[in-house]
C-alpha cells in the first residue's frame, strides 16, 4: 500500500517562495508517475503539475507555469514542488497524487493521496 506524506506548507508573503516535499513508501517509487494537486476553500480540486517515471518530463497547468517546478528524487523515493513568486491565489491544501505507469491530469487517474500540506499567501 502507497503511503504519502507531504510537508514543507506554510505561510509566505505574496513573492516568496515554498519548497513542498511528498515522502513516498510502500513500493517502488520508479514505477510510479507523481502528480501536485491543490484545493482552496470552496473550490474543486486542481491539477498543478506532473512528472514521469524518470523526472525528466514535467507537465504544469497555465496558471503555475514558470513559477512552479516539479522534481523527484528516485533514490530518495521523494517528490518536490517548488514554487517561486507566490500569489495570494496559490493558497491552498496541496496534495501530491501517485499512479503507476504515465502521467495523467486528472484526479481520478490517481489513486493514491497525501493528506495534504496546508499553503497561505498573505498579500
Known amino acids: 500500500q502507497v503511503q504519502l506524506v507531504e510537508s514543507g506548507g506554510g505561510l509566505v508573503q505574496a513573492g516568496g517562495s515554498l519548497r513542498l516535499s511528498c515522502a513516498f513508501s510502500g513500493r517502488t517509487f520508479s514505477i510510479y508517475a507523481m502528480a501536485w494537486f491543490r484545493q482552496a476553500p470552496g473550490k474543486e480540486r486542481e491539477f498543478v503539475g506532473n512528472i514521469n517515471l524518470s523526472g525528466d518530463r514535467t507537465y504544469y497547468a497555465d496558471s503555475v507555469k514558470g513559477r512552479f517546478t516539479i522534481s523527484r528524487d528516485n533514490a530518495k523515493n521523494t517528490v518536490y514542488l517548488r514554487m517561486n513568486t507566490l500569489k495570494p491565489e496559490d493558497t491552498a491544501v496541496y496534495y501530491c497524487?501517485?499512479?503507476?505507469?504515465?502521467?495523467?491530469?486528472?484526479?481520478?487517474?490517481?489513486?493514491?493521496w497525501g493528506q495534504g500540506t496546508q499553503v497561505t499567501v498573505s498579500s
Open positions: 497524487a501517485a499512479r503507476v505507469g504515465p502521467t495523467a491530469t486528472i484526479s481520478e487517474s490517481f489513486d493514491s
